[in-house]
């Protein structure tokens, strides 16, 4: 962002007086004597700070004030005039102008509040390019993958993201629900509002109620105040509720009071609580099946299913996976200062043929510690999980010991000794990497 000031004035004098007084402080200024002139140069130029007179010849200055809002609202605005009145002033804020200063007095007002304007723009353009940022993470253009399945889900989305309506994500562990639902609110028109995620399985069922519908003080041990539930956080905005299906039944009842009438009673209340909220689940498993079973209230379920979306598994969009690996070994490589890594063909060929239990995460997962291990810049089959040789006939059971046990060793080097983080990156349970440490005799001196 630029330190320039944009000043409109007819008179010409004052406006190359005003100018020079500006440029003496190291900004650099651009004039024009109307409105429509000013808007031009605006349109075209790096504008961070305009000084508009009210008496211009095409338009009223405060009336400038709210075009030049709408074009770049991170731009602020002083005006000037020679005869000001409470009632132009208050107009002139009102519009959204930074301050409204009568002539006579800005030889002494005008670079202090050039200064002070300019830095709530710097401050204003930094917020508003983190939105800019945010919106284009999570946004529909993020979603990787050219698949006619991955593209049907897409444009289901798209074509719900606008309303109001409940949305029912289901896909299996790891295909991107979470980011689906990301994608929804930041297209709807609550996008400018809090999205806020919820994994229903994290937590028992005493707990989740808390955590969703929030408690009053003294409501059970340890609750010394009030607290606002995630409900009230995401009020105006968006609640995504992932793995609903954990939810239990009687916590299900109070869901579905949300989504009927968007009220609701916190822990240890007496009161009715509104909120204005969208709803959005989802979940991995058959929800028409576990209301059968009487495991799922049906009626949560018909109010959830209003409107479904299936993702589908990685190996059903196999066309994707070159796509998508090639996406995380860029973002991996250049965390780890290695811009410039490939994957050779054999590699390819086995991550294109894996069955992906795990969906995305899994290939992120395998790519992250590919990454991390390999020494050259070209990634081969060296450092994959031994799971994905279970079908190649050149790796015998002892090389294929080997293998893991070498992988083990250099991630918990990498960690450094961190098994907690190299359960993570190896995809494997705690308990199972203590096994192996175990088994391999793999030495704890890294």
Known sequence: ????????????????LLARIIELEGFTVFQAATGKEGLKILGSQDI???????????????????????????????????????????????????????????????IPLVYKAMEKVTLQFRVFELEGKIQRQFNFESILGHSKAIQESISLARKVAATDTTVLLLGETGTGKEVFAQAIHQES?????????????????????????????????????????????????????????????????????????????????T????????????????????????????????????FIIPLPALRDRKSDIELLAMHYLKFFGQKVNKPKLSLDEKLLKLLINHNWKGNIRELKNVIERLVILSD???????????????????????????????????????????KTETARLLNIGLTTLYRKIEEYQITENL
């Open 271 to 306: 009161h009715t609580s509104q909120v204005n909220v969208r709803i959005l689940a989802a979940t991995n498993r058959s929800l028409k099946e576990e209301a059968d079973a009487g495991k799922f209230r049906l009626d949560l379920y018909y109010r959830l299913s209003v």
């Open 48 to 110: 961070s700070v305009v000084i508009s007179d009210v008496k211009l010849p095409d338009i009223n200055g405060i009336d400038l004030v709210k075009q030049i809002k709408k074009i770049k609202p991170y731009v602020e605005i002083i005006n000037l005039t020679a005869f000001g009145t409470i009632s132009d002033g208050v107009m002139a804020i009102k519009n959204g102008a930074f301050d409204y200063i009568t002539k006579g007095d800005d030889n002494d007002k005008i």
């Open 376 to 418: 050259g810049d070209v990634l081969g089959t060296k450092y994959l999980p031994v799971e994905f040789f279970s079908n190649v006939t050149e790796l015998n059971s002892f090389e294929m010991a080997a293998v893991e046990k070498h992988h083990i060793q250099k991630v918990l080097s990498h960690t450094r000794g961190n």
């Open 189 to 269: 028109l609550r996008k400018l509002k809090p999205f806020v995620a919820l994994n229903c399985s994290g937590f028992s069922p005493e707990l989740l109620e808390s955590e969703l519908f929030g408690y009053k003080a003294g409501a059970f041990t340890g609750a010394v105040r009030d607290k606002k539930g995630l409900l009230e956080e995401a009020s105006g905005g968006t609640l995504f509720l992932d793995e609903i299906g954990e939810m239990n039944l009687d916590l299900q009842a109070k869901l579905l009071r949300v989504l009927e009438n968007q009220t609701f009673i916190k822990v240890g209340d």
């Open 1 to 16: 962002m630029q330190s320039t000031v944009l000043i409109i004035d007819d008179e010409k004098k004052i406006c190359s």
